[in-house]
């Protein structure tokens, strides 16, 4: 079965921190993997997508890297702000399963001052 | 450039009673569609995905249906509810962005069976 698994399911950091969120999966064979965050009661902003084919992606303060070999993936966040306070989800499109992005349950951030 | 709306953003409905949610898309064609939802405490589930007007996939047997009437609508739709039917309900798109698929997420509908 295809799963994804997020860790920690939740985070609370002083602002100025530089965090690290895990997300590993069952199955080597994807096509890509997608970070999203989302904010209380709202829909899902996409953050970075790596391809199969990539071991990284950067935007701004964040960085995502891919290992397929091992399953894992890590969203890097340099500097935290209260401002990145939100739920950060993980979800990865498997090999075979066209258009199907199967998620995890996410971690849930807050930064305080 | 392109945007997603659904609607209602909530809705209360007691059990037994239909529902109808509806997503559009603006500023692309043929769009791929999907319906997630998201279970209190629980991951996004993926419901229904098309890849054009009238094709319907459905991903897991449920109390939901799911139809494609013209090309940047999708509508989730039950005859009647039950308590396992609360949730929040995510519309989303797709299209080949940078040679892989990015799927883009509307705002949700937040529904509450009584």
């Known amino acids: 079965k295809q799963e994804v698994t997020q860790i920690p399911a939740a985070l609370s950091v002083p602002e100025g921190e530089n965090l690290v969120l895990n997300c590993s999966f069952t199955d080597s064979a994807i096509y890509n993997l997608q970070w999203f965050r989302q904010d209380p009661g709202k829909g899902l902003t996409s953050l970075l997508l790596i391809q199969s084919s990539q071991r990284e992606q950067t935007s701004g303060r964040l960085n995502a890297s891919l290992d397929k070999s091992s399953g894992r993936s890590t969203l890097y966040i340099a500097a935290s702000q209260p401002g990145d306070s939100a739920t950060y989800l993980c979800a990865v499109m498997f090999s075979g399963g066209y258009n199907k992005l199967i998620f995890g349950a996410g971690t849930r951030l807050a930064v305080h001052p | 450039s392109q945007t997603i709306h659904q609607w209602p953003a909530t809705l209360v409905q007691p059990v037994g009673s239909p529902l109808s949610l509806e997503c559009t898309v603006e500023g692309t064609s043929n769009p791929n569609l999907y319906w997630y939802r998201q279970a209190a405490g629980r991951g996004l589930q993926l419901l229904f995905y098309?890849?054009?007007?009238?094709?319907i996939s459905s991903e897991v047997p449920q109390n939901l249906s799911a139809s494609r009437p013209q090309d940047r609508q999708f509508i989730l739709s039950s005859k009647k509810l039950l308590l396992s039917d609360s949730g929040f309900y995510l519309c989303a798109w797709s299209a080949w962005d940078r040679g892989t698929d990015t799927q883009y997420f509307g705002p949700g509908t937040r529904l509450t069976v009584l």
């Open positions: 098309s890849v054009g007007i009238g094709q």
